[in-house]
């Protein structure tokens, strides 16, 4: 399924999606700054005077740099349901629950099938302990459980202290699924302007084998699916997600670069290599590798580094990537 991006903005790139054997239809996400801005513009404007909140709204991104406003992401939901036949997902981006509740209720309302709560949180405080982290993923999902019945997809980092014991609370308190991973974007330096400069770079294949390191290392130890996202680029990409133990892959980058047709070639060129390996389905294969087929995660995630370290060679670097010419 293609995952969170400008793809679903477009009514026409949708069907074309559809159209593709797209599984699903994963909206880019609604978030917490633009919730809690509206609300204090709002707010702002009808109860006290116009510069009371200068300070707080500073801090909050300007409207316009949002491609959909609150309302309007509620109508494009409306619009997307009216306009396919598979599951519509919605997206949250933040890390408080509070602001989300209300939101949350108006996108069922709306018509989404699923709700995928993307956690982008870098911990800045030297005060806040990686349990606090942690607690507070867990309780967004607690109080959006509490709040909806729609299913929840918990879009993760992988940068926590203890993921698979996080991935446990996170079941506990009523999560359905978890999507690995988020991708951090890293800001660049204009050593010239002296500026932060923001660049949203495209992901590459490399980027998959995280992503396959801890659905492997999860498949069989929580009940949640397990979706991958980041690094997919071709059939072969979803073949290794699902026999790591992935119920679902996301793509996105190859999409912007190529546009939907990307994703029929990827069904068709699955379709073939399944046929080849004498595969029946997906489902024969997922979590064939899976670290829970063999000894405890823990022993063999040792193993693998053993042999990693121990089997390298001279010549065994990959070649770099041929410059394309300008």
């Known amino acids: 399924m293609p995952g969170s991006s400008p793809l679903a903005d477009d009514l026409d790139t949708v ?31 009808h109860e006290v005077p116009s510069e009371s909140y200068a300070e707080a709204l500073s801090y909050l991104p300007e409207p316009s740099l949002f491609s959909l406003g609150t309302t309007e992401y509620l109508e494009q939901i ?10 519509v997902i919605a997206s949250l981006n933040g890390t408080s629950p509070e602001s989300w509740i209300e939101y949350a209720r108006l996108i069922a309302q709306a018509g989404a099938d699923a709700l995928e709560l993307n956690i982008y949180d870098l911990p800045t405080d030297p005060g806040e302990t990686g349990e606090d982290v942690e607690r507070r993923v867990v309780d967004v999902v607690t109080t959006m459980r509490e709040a909806v019945a729609l299913p929840l997809a918990v879009k993760l980092s992988p940068f926590y202290s203890s993921l698979a014991n996080l991935a446990a609370k996170l079941e506990r308190a ?21 500026e932060i400069v923001p660049r949203a770079r495209l992901s590459n294949p490399t980027e998959l084998l995280l992503r396959l ?19 997919v680029h071709g059939a072969v990409d979803v073949v290794k997600a699902v026999m790591a133990g992935a119920h679902a892959v996301q793509m996105v980058s190859s999409l912007l670069r190529r546009g939907p047709s990307v994703l029929s070639r990827t069904r068709d060129e699955l379709a073939r290599w399944l046929e080849e390996h004498e595969y029946n389905s997906l489902r024969q294969m997922q979590g ?4 829970g087929r063999g000894a405890s995660p823990a022993a063999l995630e040792r193993v693998h580094y053993m042999r990693v370290l121990h089997s ?9 990537p041929a410059r394309r010419p300008s």
């Open 15 to 45: 069907r074309r999606l559809e159209d593709a054997g797209a599984a699903a239809i994963v909206m880019r996400s609604l978030f917490e700054e633009q919730i809690v801005g509206e609300e204090l513009a709002t707010y702002d404007a």
């Open 288 to 291: 064939s590798l899976s670290a």
């Open 174 to 194: 009523g999560a359905d699924g978890l999507v690995l991973f988020n991708r951090f974007y890293q800001p660049d330096i204009d050593v010239e302007t002296l």
């Open 213 to 231: 390191r801890w659905i492997a290392i999860l498949a069989g130890q929580v009940g949640m699916s397990l979706a991958v996202t980041g690094g």
């Open 312 to 320: 390298w060679r001279p010549g065994d670097e990959e070649p770099a």
């Open 78 to 87: 409306q619009r997307i349901k009216a306009a396919v036949a598979v599951p």
